[in-house]
Nanobody, 124 residues
């Protein structure tokens, strides 16, 4: 069964840091590009970051550039999102995503697999 399971969300003060994790089944991890999206209440799902399955290419949303870093541990089928200098506007449910075609990160409706999401709340 294909699964993406996020963890690491929580409540943090503005300026703080959190690291999200996404554990994936091996079948996904070996052949898929991995990424993160987020969705705040009343807003559309927003692209956050992506990392190619070989790890050589990254992409970030404009609002998180220079603050967030995506990485992966291939041995443990896990992808991470290190979030620094958090702002109240980063508050959202964060979703792990997997795609076979890199271009699908541009269209959230075309993502192959989603995790269940993890809540991140940043207080001011």
């Amino acid at each position: 069964q294909v699964q993406l399971v996020e963890s690491g969300g929580g409540l943090v003060q503005a300026g703080g840091s959190l690291r999200l994790s996404c554990a994936a089944s091996g079948r996904i991890f070996s052949n898929y590009h991995m990424g993160w999206f987020r969705q705040a209440p009343g807003k559309e799902r927003e692209f956050v970051a992506a990392l190619s399955w070989l790890g050589g290419t990254t992409r970030y949303g404009d609002s998180v550039k220079d603050r967030f870093t995506i990485s992966r541990d291939n041995a443990n089928y896990t992808v991470f999102l290190q979030m620094n200098s958090l702002k109240p506007e980063d508050t959202a449910v964060y979703y792990c995503a997997a795609v076979q075609q890199w271009s699908r990160f541009s269209r959230w409706a075309e993502i192959d697999y989603w995790g269940q999401g993890t809540q991140v709340t940043v207080s001011s």
